[in-house]
C-alpha cells in the first residue's frame, strides 16, 4: 500500500515500540489507540497473518507466564502492551526484503563499535531464520508436518543442531567478509529523503501527545 524503505520502517517501528513502551500503567484509551495503530501498521506493511500469528504465538504464552503474579487487572494491560510492541516489530521483521535486515539496522545512529555489534546479531538472526525454514521444508518433504509439528522444537537434539548449522554458517559469512576486505567499519549511510523525514517527525509528534497524554489522562 506504501512504499516504506526498510530504514524508514525501522525508525518507526522503534518509535511506535518507545512509545508504547512508555505507556502509563492502566491507561486502557491511550493503549487502544496503539492497538489501531498496530492494526494499521500490519496493512500498511501486508504482513501475511498465518506468519505473523505464528511467530506471536509463543511470544503470548512466555509472556503470559510472566505477567500473571501482577494480578489479573495488571497483567492483562501489561500482556497487551508488550503483545504491541511485539506486532510492531515482528511487521517490520517479516516485511523487510530477504538478507536486508543486518544492513537495516547498521543504520542506526549508534556508536561504531554498537552498531557492528548490531549488525553481527542480526546477521545471525537472518541465518538463524534461513536455518529455520530449511529445516521445515525439509520436514514437509518427509512428512512430519500436521498438528505436532511443533514437537520437533521440543527435541534438545533438534534446538542443538539448528543452533550449530546457525553457528557455522554465520562463522563462515563473518571470514568470508574479512577476507573481502572488511575492517570493520561500514560505507557512510545514506540520510532520510524529505518526504521520509516529514513521516517520521509526524509519527515522532503523534507517539509523544499519546504517550505524555496518557499521564495527565484517562
Known amino acids: 500500500m506504501f512504499d516504506l524503505s526498510p530504514k524508514l520502517r525501522l525508525y518507526l517501528s522503534l518509535l511506535l515500540v518507545v512509545g508504547t513502551a ?8 491511550s493503549l487502544s489507540i496503539y492497538i489501531l495503530l498496530s492494526i494499521f501498521w500490519f496493512v500498511v506493511l501486508g504482513v501475511k497473518a498465518e506468519k505473523l500469528l505464528r ?9 503470559g507466564i510472566l505477567v500473571l ?3 489479573y487487572e495488571r497483567a492483562g494491560f501489561l500482556l497487551l502492551r508488550s503483545l504491541v510492541c511485539l506486532v510492531f516489530l515482528t511487521c ?17 545512529p549508534l556508536p561504531a563499535p554498537l552498531k557492528l555489534n548490531l549488525y553481527f546479531s542480526g546477521h545471525f538472526l537472518e ?14 518433504l518427509r512428512g512430519l508436518n500436521g498438528t505436532t509439528s511443533w514437537l520437533r522444537f521440543t527435541n534438545a537434539s533438534m534446538v ?10 554465520a562463522e563462515r559469512l563473518n571470514k568470508a567478509m ?14 532520510l529523503q524529505t518526504k521520509e523525514r516529514i513521516i517520521m517527525y509526524a509519527i515522532l509528534f503523534l ?4 504517550t505524555l497524554g496518557s499521564y495527565f489522562f484517562g
Open 69 to 71: 503474579p501482577k494480578g
Open 178 to 191: 574479512y577476507l573481502r576486505g572488511f575492517k570493520g567499519e561500514f560505507p557512510p549511510e545514506k540520510s
Open 92 to 108: 517490520f521483521f517479516l516485511s523487510i526484503p530477504p538478507n536486508t535486515f543486518s544492513t537495516t539496522l547498521r543504520s542506526l
Open 127 to 140: 541465518v538463524l531464520k534461513t536455518e529455520l525454514e530449511k529445516m521445515n521444508l525439509s520436514a514437509e
Open 207 to 210: 507517539v509523544t501527545v499519546i
Open 22 to 29: 512508555l505507556l502509563k500503567v492502566g491507561n486502557w484509551t
Open 160 to 169: 542443538g543442531s539448528l543452533y550449530i548449522r546457525t553457528l557455522e554458517k
Open 55 to 63: 511467530l506471536l504465538s509463543l511470544q503470548i504464552l512466555f509472556l
